[in-house]
């Protein structure tokens, strides 16, 4: 079995990072996907890639996988870029902003 071990990225969706701390054990797909004739949706027999598991750090996952002997692949993050400001929204409202605020 092969799987791959990364650390989640934060969703697009809010600004936070919750659910990127931590480590994702993942299987990869063992065989092609078929088409059902009837409905037409695609289906395969691998339920292993529904599993995922999740740890604390990388070297528990392949102490894990290593156990089970599970043929893994660490895929390291990328670097988040450093915010663009230090203020947030509210800081356009500010009573001591340096500036013009104008629409």
Not at 5 to 18: F, R
């Amino acid at each position: 079995m092969r799987a791959r071990i990364y650390q989640p990225a934060k969703t697009a969706m809010q600004s936070g990072t919750a659910k990127t701390k931590g480590w994702v054990l993942e299987y990869l797909q063992g065989s092609a996907r078929e088409i059902d004739p009837l409905m037409g949706w695609t289906s395969t027999r691998d339920t292993n890639t529904q599993v995922k598991l999740r740890f604390d750090t990388a070297e528990a996952a392949m102490a894990y996988a290593q156990e089970n002997g599970i043929d893994a692949e660490v895929v390291q993050p990328h670097a988040r870029k450093p915010n663009i400001r230090a203020g947030g929204y509210g800081e356009n409202f500010a009573t001591g902003r340096k500036g013009a605020w104008t629409h």
